[in-house]
Each structure stands twice: as C-alpha cells, then as structure tokens.
C-alpha cells in the first residue's frame, strides 16, 4: 500500500492512567503492511502549541477487526490533547512509516527490554514472534509500582520480568541490572526506551556479542525522510531516524 | 477552464505551485502521497559538490506557528545525484529544479556546469542563502559585493535557467533582488528561512546542536510576503514566493502581492499533500472569483488603487 | 528568598520584567488588573514633541501566533504628557520610563531635554525602531551613520538612562548595538517590530491601511532570542530582551541568552496579567531550581560549554 | 467594579440556527455595572488561528440570576470554536468593556436599528428603557427568512419591524428604506450593524437632524485601549473604538 495520510476513527480512548493512554483507531485500508516497530505520525488539532505532528509507534495491530493501537504518555501540549480525544472523534495520521524490528525465528532465544513508554513497539514486535512460535522473555522497566501498565497484555506475548527504580514491585534498579541477565544468554536483544537506558543495554550487547536492535525516539518534523532533521549518527554516516530507523541494529550506530 | 502557467524566460511551468527546496526531499518520497508531475515544479534539497553530512542532532525545534533547522545542506554530493538520483526523477513531466550550493564561488561553478549538462533539468536554484553552514550561504546572500561576484561567476557557465535564492536576514531585500536581476538571473526566489534560536528552558541550554537556525513556517509568512512585495516592485524578472505558505489562501497572499509561483516548504511536513492540495485551492478561487488567467492576480494589489 | 533585582549602571530595578512600550498604554489601564508597581519596570507608549494621530485605519491584522500593527505613533505630544500623564504616572513604586521618538534628530533631542527635567522619569528609550512612520523611526536605526549621530546628539543633552531601542530590521543588529555602546548608552532594547505585511485575499486588498507593519508576538519570537544572544555576547551594556514572550519560559529563554532583563508587550493585549504572571513564573523558576540570584541566569548558556 | 478578567462557566449554548448562537455565562461578580452597548474580550482556546481575543457585545443581562448572555454568528475560526463550546465549559473574558448607549429617559420617542448580528447590543438597551418606563420600536434587518433571529426577545422590549433584503419577510429592501421611517418622527435613533447600514441610518438622522448613536465593530487587539488599533476617526482626531466606544454619538463621527 506504501505510506499514506488519512483520518481515522477512534473506537476508544482507555485511561490507563493519569498519565497514559491508549487510542483504539479504526484502520481503513488493509494493515497488513504494519510491521512491528513502525510508527504513525499524528496530528493534533486544536493546539497553538502543536504546529508538527508527533510521532507515535504502532502498540497493537488487530488484523481480524481491522483496528490498531497507540500507547502513549502525557508528555507536553500535544499528547495532553490526544489524551483528551474521544470515541467517534477522528485523528488525521501519515503511516505506517520506518523501519521495523526483525522479527527472530522459531528457536532464537530472543529478550525484549522496555522501559517507560518505551515498552509501546515491543508489544507487536512479541506478537509477530508469537507467530512464528516463539515466546521471548520481556523484561519491562518502570519508575515506580504507580507506573506499572499493561504488564498483562506483555504476559500474553511471553514471560515478564518487572524492575522498578524504587524496588517497589520486581527487581528494584535499572533493566541492566536484573539477575535476567546473568542467567540467561540470549542470542538477540530488543529494546526500547529512554536513550540512558538503551545505551546501557546496548554495551551490555556489544560486550556478549549478542545481536541487538534499538529503536530511536529521535525528534522529527516530517516523519517520512525529507526533512533530515531526526539523523542518527551512525557507521554509514548521518541517517534518518524516520527512514533509516526508528530501528537500528545497534552495529551500524555509533554507541 | 482557468489558465495557471506561467514562464521564467521560455521556460514554461504549467502552474505556479512548486516545492521548496530541503523540504520535498527528491520528490521521489512524495510518491506514495500523490502525483508530483501535477505540480508545477519542483525544487529538490540542496546539493553540494561534495558528500557532506550536515550538522550534529538535535537539528530541529519547534516554535510558535514554526520551526527551526540546522540540517546544513546534508546530501551525497553531485556525483551520487547524478548517478543515483537523476535517473529517478528525470521523467518527472514536471521541471525539475536543483538547489546548488558551496563553501566557495569555485564550488558554485563547478557545480552549476555540471547542472548544466543534465538534459532535464531546466533550471538551478543559487541558494545563496543558506544560513546553517559555516562557510558559503547566508554569507554569500548578505554581503552585497560577494552575492554579485558568485551569481556573475555562475552565470558565466550556466546557460539555463538561473534563480536566485534570497537571504531575508539583510536590511534592503531589493539590493540584492537587484544584483541578482543585473547579473542576469532570469528569476529570484525568497525567503529563505530567517535566523533564529530557541532554547530548552528546562535543560538551560540551546535546542539546536548550532545554536541558531533557520525559522520556516507560518509565522513567518508576513514578513515573507513584505519581502516579496517590495522585491516585486523593484525588479522585472519573475518572482516566486515562499514563506510559511500553508494554504491556497497563503499562495494567494503571495501571488497578489506580486509573486508569479510559489514554493511550499514546511507544510509539506505537516501535509504531505500539501502543495497539490493548494494548487487545486488556487485554481477554484479562480474559479469563484471568474479569474480566467492567472496572470490577473499577480501583483493585483500593486496595480489596482486599493 | 530569591533575588530579582538588576541595575543599569546606578539605576536599580527589583526585578528583571518590564513592559514593552506601545503595548502598556500609559500603565493607568493596567490599574484595574494588578498593582503595576509589581513590575521591575514600565514603558510608556511611544511619545513625540507634537500630537500626532498615526497613520488611518485599519491598524492592525492578526496572523499565525502574531499580529501586525501600523499604529504609526499616535500620542498626544510631549505637552499633554506632562501636564496630564506625568501626574499620573509619577507615584508608582517603579521605573517608569518613556519612549521617545521624533522625525528629525532636533525631535529626539528637544524631546530628551524636556524628559530629563520630569524628575520621576530615570531613564528614557530612544526608539530608533519604529516601521510605521514615514521619517524618522526605522530609517535612523537601519542605517548605522544616522544611527550613531542620533544616538550621539541625545547622550549630549539627557543625563539619566539612555536605553536605545533596536530594529531588527537589518543585516546586522550587533553593528547597532556596538554603535549605541560607543555612543554611550546605558543600555539596549530589543526587537522592536519586524516588518511584515498582510492581505485579505476575499478582499484582494492589503490588511493595513499602510500596507506594511510591524510584526509582533510568539511568532518573532526565535528571531528575537537570536538577536539578544547575539548581542548580548557583543556589548557589555545589559541588555533587555523581548519579542513574542507570553509566559515565563519565554523570558526565560531571552534571559538565558543574556538578557539582563525583559519586555513584556503584545502578551499584555491577551493577558492584561502576563507581565505579572511571568515575573511570578521566574520566581518559581528560580526557587525549582534553587537559584538564588536572577543574574546566575542571566547569559547561563553562554557561561557554561554546552 | 471596574475591568476584570475571569474564566465563566457557560450554562448554556443554545444554536438558533446553523450560525447564530448564544451562549449564557455564570457571573462570578455582581453585574450591576454592565451597561448597554458594552462588551467583552473572549479568548477562544483550542484555535490556532485565533491569537487575539474576539469582541463580543453583551446581549442579555439577568441581574437576578447573575448571568449574562453573548449572542454571535460564526464569521471564522474563532466563533466557529465558540459555537462548539458547550455547558460546564469555561469562557476567558476580560469585561465590562467599552462606552454605552445614552439610555434614553420615558417620554422620548426611540428607534432601535439593528441589521444582522448587529442587533445583539441593542436588546439589552431596549431592556434599559423599558426599566424607564420607555418601550422603543424595534427595526430589525436581516438577509433573508432564514436568518431571522431571537425576534420574540426583542418583541418583550418593544414594537418589532423587519426587513429582509429579499423580502420574504416583513418588508423588502435595507432598513432605512422601511416605511416607519416616512411615518414616524424620531427623537432619538440608535443603531447597530453592518457599516453600509449605519451609514445610511446616520445619513437619514443627519438629514433629520435627530439624535443618533451607532455602535461601531472595528478590529480590536487589545479591547482596553492600550493598543490603539481601533480606531475611530472623529472630530476630535482618532479615538479608541474599544475605550471611547464602541458606542459614538454621529456628531463625533467624521460620516
Ligand atoms: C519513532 C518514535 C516513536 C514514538 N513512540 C511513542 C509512543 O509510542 N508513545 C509515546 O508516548 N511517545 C512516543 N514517542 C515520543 C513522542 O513522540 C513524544 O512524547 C511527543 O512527540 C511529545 O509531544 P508533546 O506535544 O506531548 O510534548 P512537547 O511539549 O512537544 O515536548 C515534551 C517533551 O517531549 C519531547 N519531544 C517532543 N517532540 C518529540 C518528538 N517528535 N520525538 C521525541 N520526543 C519529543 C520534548 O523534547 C520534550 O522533552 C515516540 C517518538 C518517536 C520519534
Ligand atoms: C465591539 C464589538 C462588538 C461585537 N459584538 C459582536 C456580537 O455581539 N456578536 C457577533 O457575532 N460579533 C460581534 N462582533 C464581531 C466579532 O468580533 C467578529 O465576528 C469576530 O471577532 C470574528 O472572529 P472569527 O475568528 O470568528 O473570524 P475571523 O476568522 O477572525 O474573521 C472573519 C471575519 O470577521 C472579521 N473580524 C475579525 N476580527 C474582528 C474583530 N475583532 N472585530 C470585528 N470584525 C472582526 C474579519 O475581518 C473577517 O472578515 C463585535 C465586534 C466588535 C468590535
Ligand atoms: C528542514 C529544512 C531544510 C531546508 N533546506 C534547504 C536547502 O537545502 N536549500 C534551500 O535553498 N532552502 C532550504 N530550506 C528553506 C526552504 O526552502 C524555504 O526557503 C523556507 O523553509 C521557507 O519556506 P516555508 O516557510 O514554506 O518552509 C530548508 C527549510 C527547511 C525547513
Ligand atoms: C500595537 C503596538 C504598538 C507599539 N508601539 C511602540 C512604540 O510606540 N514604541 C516602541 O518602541 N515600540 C512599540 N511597539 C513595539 C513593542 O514595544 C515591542 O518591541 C514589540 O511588540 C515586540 O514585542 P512583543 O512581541 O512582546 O510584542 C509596539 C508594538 C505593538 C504591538
Ligand atoms: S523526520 Fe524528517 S527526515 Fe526524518
Ligand atoms: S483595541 Fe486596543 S486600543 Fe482599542
């Protein structure tokens, strides 16, 4: 189908929490061509402060209904106005765009590490894997208890292990340091998250030799590589994080 | 039916909407979003002779009703273009106008001439007004002794047609509209972004890696429109305006104001369809108004006592 | 307690928010909102030696995060001031300074005179700036000989602060500013309006009856901010930036660029408050991040390698 | 009281028809100081398009309710944003803004003009004369039938005459065609609406030498007279539409 722009329709809008969300969005055409790690490029009317949209990755694709999912944090102005968006209200978007995760075979031992909101791409990226018979380990990281989400939904993709800074439920203290890491020796590594954690993530990989996929938050006009403005400094020089990423295999960045 | 072409010289354009440069990418990534032949032209990112990687991230801010960038004319240099690039959009029926740009007069040159050889390309674009590289750019178009040397050199090799990209951040646009006309340029375009910075309160320190950019967007749009003015009524070549165009509406301003094309730069980002979606605005306001040419409205202001 | 204060030379202000002249009227409006003795500072509207009615209607058009006016300096003339304003505006616990304005260097030297005998009044902005006249204004801060002469003739005659208002309007702003330092001033102010325009295309007419205006608001905002860090790392004179701030983060952001302090203006048209509500941000601002003294802010970003 | 500004709560907005509405707000103060033919400054949030505030006269004022009533047309952005406000929604306004109408005293003879949504500063004047033992006729102009508007509250503060241009109701043509005009000597004329249409009110009054006061609509920035934006040339130079009207006595206007 290729990129393309087009207002959808919201099915809901699930309060998670004060501070996230998740808009269920009716797909027009066809989504079979949403891959796991793709984003959307959102809209927002209806504020003086939002002049560029703001990218959002695919949380959930639902190919029988037809419907798909953001997953989102208030963050500022923009996402404070997605937040308060209602069933039946329309959202104009340009998707899908980027790069996706490769998705591992059958018997790869795979873990996926999120934290925050960074956790939104790993949901299908583990569904997809699913398809194809395999359960990664996940390995989700939070600020504290309070900002625990959709753990469940993760448990239907594969084992979940918790970390919260506080220690207030799982292994307090960052991703890198959950036991996790000690014991298992996984031959492919996911991630998403805020850039200290993914750094941490990613020298964990580089000195395991363990093959490693990022995906990058970087900021962005336009979404669809004209603007050159969301570059990664990577080996092939400066690449565009909305054509050439979001997702990185993390040989090709300079980390 | 309503006529929309318009002429640089004998260069024909079949409308006056085309794209601004650093901002349509090659053309080719609007593909999927529609038809690009239908515009008018367009203009691609800005080329350099060599590879050049462009300025560190973060190179992007948003501001009120605009943004700044400090991409710094990234591209692969003129050798990929050709090899790569130029066989994509070649076939385009649409022309096809490139951004030149360099650190020195030689850099120009060298690349105008071999601009000049690539059968469908019809025009250059002399962006001497850059204002997010070290050396070359905005310091070309603010300097009026530099501007008048770099666009004489260029159009000693250049045989097509020449447009000269204005730099808004001097203190008489018509000074250089007019270098630029006496050097034999067969048309000026402007503006270019104007020089701005923003700050992250929060981190205490700049938005952008260079500290200063260059704003595009709407909020610029009334001194945009300023400039094209005056600069319409200070030189006969054709004019194209750009600056924060968003709408038809925004075209209209422009071409009311004396401008004979636009560019659509930011919007694109925010609209990928954008600059089709104002051509067909333009042409039914025509429609309404019964304008049969669209001749008729640029510079109308300037003409009627109003 | 935090503290906000900051001087020009021996004149002491409690705190760094001002109002920008022309947005304020004569402060007495404001009465009704807040306490303007909360303020730092405030600027009357601009003030000439005759009455004078400005330029015809319409004066004004909104635009992206902006608005263009073409008032054109109307004001009733350096005697109404002084018999009807003065009085009035005298006892307020701040710094209430007037901005000044003429056609002919005699104007703003006659007209300094009479300002430096109103013993409430410690300083004065000489408003070489002004884009909505037809002598005068701009053409003497966009041109650095006129610029530097009546600069100069003013300093000779008025013996209190002499704060010089800048035009953006120019290729470079920090040859202004240098000149004004040289020249003796005690400080510089910036940006005044950019020029800018606007047309009602349903009309196909121009928005102002002047055709051109100047531009204000969010909008100028990042063009601003490059301004005042600009020559704010080029004179030692401080400072005192605006343009576009509406809330504390704005000011903020001039501050941290080296802004000694700052002006609020068309923000006043939509929030009469704006100016105290930003000098109730900073302050929070401060006590957050645990700063004490504003002038820890004051060029942070140019201070520290970030 | 004095010039306030305060976030309203709307109680109702109530649409006439597909353009015209009017929106009823809680007062947080005592009203008693709004005068007819003053306004208010509404900021329209959620607009980007609407930087500056919107001039709205006050319609209606129930000084037992403390509530008070705006009665727009959807002209563009700003208004379009208003007519989709709704019930519980706060309104930014600074108010009272502006001059008044001179209420007229019992026994003079009083025609109120109004044209379009010209006619909203003029039922609560008509409201103050009734108050005086004084009940007005009542010229109302409007496009056509379908525009016809609120004529039953106007109908409570006097004699009601249409016009419509096309005729289709009351008597074709502009209101100072009406034959209330030849019929009728007026003391005193006070008009609101289109410029063309005070115009020609005011040149029937100069002509007829009768009293007349005409509410202008000039673009505002700032509404409180700090600007200078409005301006009205008068006999006595230019003067603030905002702060010296926007209600002028036609001897002050160079018309
Ligand atoms: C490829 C990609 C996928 C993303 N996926 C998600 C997601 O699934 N869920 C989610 O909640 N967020 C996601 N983000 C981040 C999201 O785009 C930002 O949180 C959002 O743009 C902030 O907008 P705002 O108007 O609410 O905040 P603003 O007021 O604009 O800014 C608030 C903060 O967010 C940061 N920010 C602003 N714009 C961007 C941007 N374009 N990219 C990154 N950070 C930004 C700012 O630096 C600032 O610190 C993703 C970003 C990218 C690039
Ligand atoms: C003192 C005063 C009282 C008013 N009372 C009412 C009222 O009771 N009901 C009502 O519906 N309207 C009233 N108006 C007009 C109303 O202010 C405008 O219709 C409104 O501002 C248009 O805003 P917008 O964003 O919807 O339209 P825009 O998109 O801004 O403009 C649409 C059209 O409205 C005109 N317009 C824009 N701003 C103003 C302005 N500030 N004043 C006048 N015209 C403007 C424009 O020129 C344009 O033609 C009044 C105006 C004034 C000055
Ligand atoms: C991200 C970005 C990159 C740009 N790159 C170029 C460029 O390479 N060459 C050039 O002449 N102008 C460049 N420009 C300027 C635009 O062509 C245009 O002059 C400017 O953005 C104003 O128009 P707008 O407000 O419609 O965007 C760039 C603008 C943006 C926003
Ligand atoms: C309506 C209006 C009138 C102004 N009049 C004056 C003036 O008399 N003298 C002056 O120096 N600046 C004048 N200015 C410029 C402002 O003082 C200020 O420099 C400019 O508006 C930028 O700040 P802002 O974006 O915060 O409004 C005026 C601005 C506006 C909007
Ligand atoms: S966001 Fe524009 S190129 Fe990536
Ligand atoms: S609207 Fe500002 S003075 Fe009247």
């Not at chain 1, 993914?198 to 093959?211: L, Q």
């Not at chain 2, 901002?23 to 515009?39: A, K, P, Q």
């Not at chain 2, 047609?161 to 250089?176: C, D, G, R």
């Not at chain 2, 165009?245 to 730069?265: H, Y």
Request: charged share 20%; aromatic share 8%.
């Amino acid at each position: 189908m290729g990129k393309r722009t087009e207002d959808l329709i919201i099915i809901e809008n699930k309060h998670l929490s004060p501070e996230f969300f998740i808009l269920e969005l009716s797909g027009k055409d066809n989504l079979a061509d949403f891959r796991p790690g793709q984003f959307v490029q959102v809209r927002v009317e209806g504020s003086p402060e939002t002049f560029l949209r703001r990218p959002i990755s695919i949380y959930d694709v639902d190919f029988v209904k037809n419907t798909f999912k953001l997953f989102f944090q208030i963050a500022g102005k923009g996402t404070s106005v997605l937040s308060k968006l209602k069933a039946g209200d329309s959202l104009n978007l340009i998707y899908p765009l980027g790069t996706s995760f490769t998705v591992p075979e059958k018997n790869e031992k795979v873990l996926l590490v999120g934290g925050g909101v960074g956790i939104a791409p790993l949901l299908f990226l583990g569904k997809c894997m699913n398809e194809k018979g395999n359960i990664p380990d996940i390995l989700l990281g939070f600020r504290n208890s309070e900002r625990i989400v959709e753990v469940d939904q993760f448990r239907e993709a594969g084992k979940v292990f918790l970390t919260t800074e506080d220690g207030s439920v799982g292994e307090k203290g960052f991703v890198t340091n959950h036991s996790l890491l000690l014991q298992t020796k996984y031959d492919k590594i996911f991630c998403c998250g805020p850039e200290s954690m993914m750094k941490s993530v990613a020298s964990y990989c580089r000195k395991n030799s363990i093959f490693c996929e990022v995906s990058l938050e970087n900021l962005m006009a336009c979404g669809f590589g004209v603007c050159l403005c969301c570059v990664a400094d990577t080996v092939r020089g400066n690449l565009c994080s909305c054509i050439d990423g979001p997702v990185f295999n993390l040989n090709d960045l300079k980390w | 039916m309503v006529n929309l072409g318009f002429s640089i010289g004998d260069l024909y354009f079949k409308n006056p909407v085309l794209t601004a440069s650093g901002t349509f990418g090659n053309g080719t990534e609007f593909d999927d979003f529609f038809d690009v032949s239908r515009l008018g032209g367009i203009l691609l990112k800005g080329t350099t002779l060599e590879n050049r990687e462009g300025n560190p991230y973060p190179r992007m801010a948003e501001t009120p009703s605009g943004m700044l960038n400090s991409v710094g004319l990234q591209n692969k240099g003129i050798d990929y273009f050709e090899s790569e690039i130029y066989p994509k959009v070649k076939n385009y029926d649409t022309n096809v106008i490139v951004n030149i740009n360099g650190s020195y007069i030689d850099d120009y040159v060298s690349l105008a001439e071999r601009i000049n050889s690539l059968e469908n390309i019809p025009a250059a674009e002399l962006n001497i007004s850059c204002p997010n590289v070290k050396m070359g750019g905005m310091a070309f178009g603010t300097n009026p002794v530099s501007a008048r040397e770099v666009i004489r050199e260029v159009r000693k090799v250049y045989r097509k047609k020449l447009i000269v990209k204005l730099s808004p951040n001097v203190t008489s646009i018509i000074e250089f509209a007019r270098i630029a006309e006496d050097e034999g340029a067969d048309s000026v375009s402007l503006i270019n972004t104007l020089l701005g910075m923003a700050i992250d309160v929060s981190k205490m320190k700049p938005s952008l890696a260079t500290i200063t950019g260059g704003l595009s967007g709407p909020a610029v749009k009334p001194v945009a429109l300023r400039m094209v003015w005056q600069v319409a009524n200070a030189v006969k070549i054709p004019v194209i305006g750009m600056g924060g165009i968003m709408t038809a509406t925004d075209a209209l301003e422009f071409m009311l104001a004396g401008a004979s094309a636009v560019q659509v730069g930011t919007a694109s980002f925010i609209d990928p369809q954008a600059s089709v979606k104002i051509l067909e605005g333009i042409e039914n306001f025509m429609i309404q108004k019964g304008i049969t040419d669209i001749g008729e409205i640029v510079g109308f202001i300037n003409r009627k006592s109003v």
